[in-house]
């Protein structure tokens, strides 16, 4: 259909129309040949990267609005331009999550009739949070922004911040203690907030009454609106000079050529084929106040993922299998399912930058309805969604790296995200006030080891590939807490060949508050939810908290004697413990209790990545660095790596004693081979187990859970283990 008729159209007529060309051709928008492309690459390419520096700049420059530490520090932002039809033709760097959700609430509006009511003109603001109209979870809050030329519709600018609260019931944004949509806070359904480039003061009046700070947010949507307003002036200079119907053309042959990069990117590093994976997200909630009671409130959640890549280069991801949706937080929709595919294409595929929907339309997932990746209640709550979605997301990394080494690329090959537990507070700031905030520097994680070299300490996250923790400065005017440390977790790396890398560890004195609530969430506990690769292990993600009430610490200060920094190398008797007397607590998972008041001590600890190859592989001297250094202790360098490290008493430094490691490895492979059994013997002796369903209660709950909602997972399940077709799980 001719450009100027679909002008002329209805925006929701024109949105289908271009559904229907794509279900037709295979091509976005019926477009099967990239003519502005063959006319003249060097200006099809220059327009390109003129669209992303415009983005990038915008993005910039909202940054610099923000008043929101998660924004500025951390760079929780990003913004793009989309199509009039709503799809994603250029974006910046940030939270690149978000680039499809924003697509998602575009299109949500157009179906809706909006166009008609409440109309869709110059100047409008609109804005979106929740996550079944297109967003991930509450604290996303998404603004977009029309673009008229000639008084016809050409775009749209969009932004998203994370916002750091969100009014639910407890502080912060990810709010783990929500059991139903009703308890996540402040919802913005797709709402006209501002007419006129100016955002309405009954929106703001709203934001105010129904935030704990509420000047976060309404900065943070005058940033978002100032970004959208750069990008769009900009698009319409550049359309002045390029012309109208030559910008209709180009923008969507820059989506086309995005799907087409992306399906011969997924050929040409990859091998076709079908690849499977596993995870495990396990959540304790017994005697933790707040939490729902539950018959078995100790959850135990199984991912599995199935990759196809087709020879075409279509990568297709199907999640049959997993768990039904739950009464808990950790609930995601397909817009959070979408996002985590389009981040992790971003990253691991398409990293030069000029990516759009085109690699989002290169995919396809398979969300069966019922379960936690895609409810068929709209009322459930996914405050915490990233919970369930980093992990499910980290096996699609590995899946996609089975298939870089497949092929050879072995530098491409990443182990994977970790999950990136949070802490978020709120009450009384040092300042007398009212307060509520997520603390961010969760955004530096350890991640997951390469095929080529360790992974990254403290550096890396899954939604956000910058990854600053930003400044202890920043975040102690903010909160009213004082950092008495902050350093590297020794052996929270998976053990391989290259280690995963290291989380550090957060303790914070509480200052200037009586009354500072402390909430926790996004732990995996008792399993761990990021597995190794090629033999590496997994890394350890149930951490505890620990926290000191009632602490002698003025008079420890008094007395200039010294201070707890870390937990230290002993867990079984922490630096807390050793130097401050007052109750000690030690909570597993999700830290929910009583508030704390100035003089408590608290700790916090992140997680590391996984490890790759085989441990008795790695590298000695590399590894007596990270003793020295203190990502690791030496009890585990001998006992996992099999690496005996010595003091040197003429220089005060250790060293590997290589005839040592060397005796210690071989003796080490030897054990490996008198206690080992062939596979199948052990699948026999597991399969006796499974038939008596010798299970743990959350593990036969867990079990039972998927073969009532997937007929075809009991299939397989029976056919594994060899057990009849009446074969069930009881627990």
Not at 241 to 267: C, H, N, P, V
Request: overall charge negative; charged content about 25%.
């Amino acid at each position: 259909m001719l450009d100027h008729v679909k002008a002329h159209m209805p925006l929701r007529e024109r949105m289908l129309e271009s559904e229907r060309l794509m279900e037709e051709t295979g091509c976005y928008d019926g477009i099967t040949a990239l003519q502005l492309r063959r006319q003249d690459p060097l200006k099809f390419e220059t327009l390109h990267t003129k669209l992303r520096a415009f983005c990038v700049s915008a993005r910039e420059m909202a940054r610099r609005i923000s008043a929101s530490p998660g924004v500025r520090e951390v760079g929780e932002m990003v913004v793009a331009i989309y199509t009039p039809e709503g799809d994603a033709i250029a974006l910046s760097n940030g939270i690149m999550v978000h680039v499809h959700t924003m697509s998602r609430f575009i299109k949500w509006m157009i179906r809706e009739g909006y166009e008609a009511n409440p109309g869709i003109r110059p100047g409008d603001i609109f804005a979106n949070n929740d996550a079944f109209i297109g967003t991930v979870q509450v604290p996303d809050v998404m603004d977009v922004v029309p673009i008229f030329h000639s008084g016809e519709l050409i775009g749209w600018a969009g932004a998203v911040c994370h916002e750091l609260e969100a009014g639910g019931i407890t502080p912060g944004g990810d709010v783990c203690l929500a059991q139903e949509r009703f308890t996540e806070g402040l919802f913005v359904c797709a709402e006209k907030i501002g007419e006129n480039d100016e955002i309405r003061r009954d929106y703001v009046i709203r934001c105010e009454r129904n935030l704990r700070m509420p000047i976060y947010w309404v900065l943070d949507e005058k940033a978002k609106v100032a970004s959208c307003i750069d990008m769009r002036e900009n698009l319409i200079a550049l359309v002045d000079e390029i012309g109208l119907d030559y910008w209709k053309q180009i923008s969507k042959e820059f989506i086309e050529e995005g799907r087409l990069s992306q399906l011969a990117r997924t050929r040409q590093l990859t091998v076709p084929g079908i690849y499977r994976g596993h995870t495990f997200y396990g959540h304790v909630t017994e005697g933790k106040p707040g939490f729902q009671p539950l018959a078995d409130p100790n959850w135990l959640y199984n991912i599995p993922v199935e990759m196809e890549i087709t020879t075409e280069g279509k990568i297709k991801l199907d999640f049959e299998g997993t768990q039904p949706w739950g009464y808990h937080s950790m609930n995601c929709t397909p817009a959070g399912m979408d996002g985590g595919m389009f981040v992790t294409l971003t990253q691991h595929m398409n990293f030069e930058g000029l990516v759009n929907d085109g690699a989002w339309l290169a995919t396809e997932l398979k969300i069966p309805k019922g379960t936690w990746t895609n409810p068929d209640n709209e009322m459930v709550a996914t405050a915490t969604s990233w919970a369930l979605l980093l992990p499910a997301y980290g096996v699609f990394q590995r899946l996609l790296s089975r298939g870089f080494l497949a092929r050879g690329f072995i530098e491409e090959v990443f182990v994977g995200q970790v999950n990136s537990p949070m802490i978020e507070m709120g009450g009384e700031s040092q300042y007398g006030t009212l307060f509520g905030m997520a603390h961010f520097e969760c955004a530096a994680a350890g991640s997951g080891a390469l095929a080529i070299k360790d992974g990254l300490d403290t550096a890396y996250v899954g939604w956000n590939p910058e990854s600053d923790m930003g400044n202890i400065e920043i975040w102690e005017q903010n909160m009213p807490m004082l950092y008495i440390g902050r350093s590297i977790l020794p052996n929270s790396g998976g053990a391989g060949k290259y280690r995963g890398g290291c989380a550090f560890i957060s303790t914070w004195l509480v200052s200037k508050s009586n009354h500072l609530r402390l909430v926790t969430s996004e732990h995996s506990s008792r399993v761990f939810d990021n597995g190794g690769l090629c033999g590496g292990y997994p890394a350890p993600t149930c951490q505890m908290h620990r926290a000191v009430r009632d602490t002698n610490l003025a008079e420890i200060i008094a007395e200039k004697r010294p201070l707890p920094h870390t937990i230290g190398t002993d867990p079984a008797h922490s630096d807390l413990e050793k130097l401050v007397e007052g109750r000690h607590v030690t909570e597993e998972g999700p830290y929910i209790t009583a508030p704390h008041k100035s003089g408590d001590i608290f700790t916090h600890s992140y997680n590391g990545g996984g490890g790759y190859g085989d441990v008795l592989e790695r590298d000695p001297v590399k590894t007596t660095q990270d003793v020295e250094n203190g990502f690791l202790t030496p009890e585990a360098a001998e006992q996992v790596f099999g690496i005996v490290i010595r003091e040197v008493p003429q220089t005060d430094r250790l060293e590997a004693d290589l005839t040592a490691t060397a005796a210690l490895r071989e003796k080490m492979r030897a054990e490996r081979i008198t206690t080992s059994v062939p596979v199948s013997a052990w699948i026999a002796e597991e399969a006796k187990r499974v038939a008596a369903s010798d299970f743990a209660p959350e593990v036969a709950k867990m079990h039972a859970n998927a073969m009532k909602l997937s007929p075809r997972f009991a299939a397989d399940f029976r056919k594994f283990w060899g057990l009849d077709a009446s074969f069930t799980v009881h627990y």
